[in-house]
């Protein structure tokens, strides 16, 4: 990257190897310094159906249907889920194709699908088949970056994160992801929606602003006193006693 053509070719006539451009596959994962176009999502998203077109037509209960989904088909792309934002038509097709298995529906036999895909994706316990929904476990594995980073201390991978994005400005909740990868802004946007669940404790930490993270009750304090909280100048206000300890 950012090499000039001639110095290229004189490091590929020096170790012998191709000259290969991005996006490139490093342990599966496709990398890129810009967006992943559809055709590079697309892939993936092929590799799954085609794992799915081999069992249609089998004589499989519903029950047997269902674990199949959810032990095989469902487990496919977990690996690809932890570090890609997956647009929302990836996600939908997907789940198109995993109702289409469940319900037995294909362009030779149409089917009607007994249930929509939200119902069947709900827990047990509360009237669905507990079939995973991509997008919440997208997000989910997403957010547990978000975990990882506050427990691995001065590990390489964070100390790179806080000097490109500012993580400590204060917290990594806050940070910008105008110009980052495309793995941080996916990060980020798990994070703002795992910042409602996650919660500080009283410690001797620098990192939680006072009215806006959950460090006191079940919410932050701008949800529990709004009414003070649109009426106060200092926003930022930093709570200089609190650690992050992570999910509640």
């Not at 932890?82 to 198109?96: E, G, L, Q």
């Not at 119902?119 to 088949?129: D, Q, R």
């Not at 001065?154 to 400590?168: E, G, I, P």
């Amino acid at each position: 990257m950012n090499v000039e053509p001639e110095a290229v070719h004189n490091l590929a006539h020096l170790f012998s190897c191709p000259v290969g451009t991005l996006p490139i596959k490093y342990l599966g994962v496709p990398l890129h310094y810009e967006k992943l176009s559809r055709e590079d999502i697309q892939l993936l998203v092929d590799k799954m159906l085609k794992k799915m077109a081999g069992w249609r037509g089998r004589l499989l209960s519903y029950a047997g249907e269902i674990v199949l989904i959810k032990s095989c088909l469902a487990s496919i792309p977990v690996y690809l889920l932890s570090f890609i934002k997956f647009p929302k038509w990836a996600i939908r097709v997907i789940h198109s194709h995993l109702g289409n298995c469940l319900w037995d529906d294909s362009p030779t036999s149409r089917k009607f699908h007994l249930a929509n895909w939200e119902s069947v994706s709900m827990m047990k316990e509360y009237g669905g088949l507990g079939v995973p929904n991509l997008r919440d476990l997208n997000l989910c594995l997403l957010a547990s970056w978000v975990k990882r980073y506050n427990l691995d201390g001065d590990k390489m991978w964070r100390q790179f994160l806080d000097f490109k994005y500012n993580t400590d400005r204060p917290n990594i909740f806050y940070s910008s992801s105008s110009g980052a990868s495309e793995f941080f802004k996916g990060l980020m946007r798990a994070a703002s929606v795992a910042k409602m669940g996650y919660r500080w404790h009283i410690g001797n930490g620098k990192k939680c602003k006072f009215w806006e993270d959950n460090w006191l009750g079940t919410s932050s304090l701008a949800i529990q006193y709004w009414e003070i909280y649109v009426l106060i100048n200092e926003k930022d206000a930093m709570d200089y006693g609190c650690i992050p300890v992570g999910w509640y």
